[in-house]
């Protein structure tokens, strides 16, 4: 069965720290991408790869950076947190820009 | 960006009571559409999705209704559960183009 997972369920931490959040994919899949969930907004795009080393930013790159060194793994960093990046934070991988298979998200607090 | 809107926000039903959730899009390129449910505490899992030359599809007690001309699809859920409840988000996407997330809709099924 397809599997993501996501480094983290909760991680707290504090304004100015670098965050690194990690997804990884087991279905060999071109396409990774990453996603923050903020009540009454949906899903909103981050980053995406269509292949290693590859990434495009999405609609919401502003404070962060993305990481694709194997085609398993896609890491989304936050250079320096801050509060407005409290966030439930979607990591998804597709074979076609179509159906998407989501990691169960991580909730990121800054304080 | 192209908008996607969904409605309700949030919807109460009874038990074995039909639910309605509806998506308008703009980008007539769209040729997938999707919705996606998603439980508390876990990612947003595909549930059933529609390809543009048909214009209806049914999976047990989950139909969606498809309108190329009103560039508008909904969601039916027959007979509704306790267990159905949950966040319901359509993401029309593909012909060369991205996915979009709409906001959302929380539907909450009285027993």
């Known amino acids: 069965d397809v599997k993501v997972t996501q480094s983290s369920r909760y991680l707290v931490k504090r304004t100015g720290e670098k965050v690194f959040l990690e997804c990884v994919q087991d279905?060999?899949?071109?396409?990774m991408f990453w996603y923050r969930q903020d009540p009454g907004l949906g899903l909103r795009l981050i980053y995406f790869s269509y292949d290693v080393k590859m990434k495009e930013k999405g609609d919401i790159p502003e404070g962060y950076s993305v990481s694709r060194e194997k085609k398993e793994r896609f890491s989304l960093i936050l250079e320096s947190a801050s509060t407005n990046q409290t966030s439930m934070y979607l990591c998804a991988s597709s074979q076609s820009v179509r159906k998407q298979y989501f990691g169960p998200g991580t909730r990121l607090t800054v304080t | 960006q192209q908008q996607v809107k969904q409605s309700p926000q949030s919807l109460i039903v009874q038990k074995g009571g039909i639910s309605i959730i509806n998506c308008a899009y703009e980008?007539?390129?769209?040729?997938?559409f999707p919705w996606y449910q998603q439980f508390p505490g876990k990612g947003p899992a595909l549930l059933i999705a529609?390809?543009?030359?048909?214009s209806e599809k049914k999976e047990g007690r989950f139909t969606i209704s498809f309108n190329k001309s009103a560039k508008q699809f909904s969601l039916h859920i027959m007979d509704s559960q306790p267990g159905d409840s949950a966040t319901y988000f359509c993401a029309p996407g593909g012909g060369g183009f991205k996915t979009i997330f709409g906001a959302g809709t929380r539907l909450f099924v009285k027993a």
């Open positions: 279905m060999d899949h071109e396409n």
């Open positions: 980008n007539t390129a769209f040729d997938y």
């Open positions: 529609i390809r543009p030359d048909v």
